[in-house]
Nanobody, 123 residues
Framework: QVQLVESGGGLVQAGNSLRLSCAAS????????MGWFRQAPGKEREFVAA????????YYADSVKGRFTISRDNAKTTGNLQMNVLKPEDTAVYYC????????????????WGQGTQVTVSS
């Protein structure tokens, strides 16, 4: 059982940056694709970014491409999501997740999920 803990969320003004981190409890973290998802109030959870176990990809939702950067350090069992030029529509709870054996943007592929961290972007 791998536990994931996100951190780094907060309240920022539009145009600013935040860096989210995801810490995994076990080394098998390195075997999995890591993804970031977000869920705004009243909306379904949506894909944000993903990176393979070897660091290949990465893959981004069109809405964040060019502004967000996903990275990982398997030796430290951590992952990050650097978010720049934040917009009010980026406001959501952000989740990191790991899994294998499916399409990287599909929530059903991911076996382990963190508890989420709130990101609020004011205009």
């Amino acid at each position: 059982q791998v536990q994931l803990v996100e951190s780094g969320g907060g309240l920022v003004q539009a145009g600013n940056s935040l860096r989210l981190s995801c810490a995994a409890s076990e080394r098998p973290f390195g075997w999995y694709v890591m993804g970031w998802f977000r869920q705004a109030p009243g909306k379904e959870r949506e894909f944000v970014a993903a990176i393979t176990s070897s660091g290949a990809g990465p893959y981004y939702a069109d809405s964040v491409k060019g502004r967000f950067t996903i990275s990982r350090d398997n030796a430290k069992t951590t992952g990050n999501l650097q978010m720049n030029v934040l917009k009010p529509e980026d406001t959501a709870v952000y989740y990191c997740a790991i899994g294998n054996g499916g399409f990287y943007s599909d929530t059903s592929m991911y076996k382990y999920w963190g508890q989420g961290t709130q990101v609020t972007v004011s205009s």
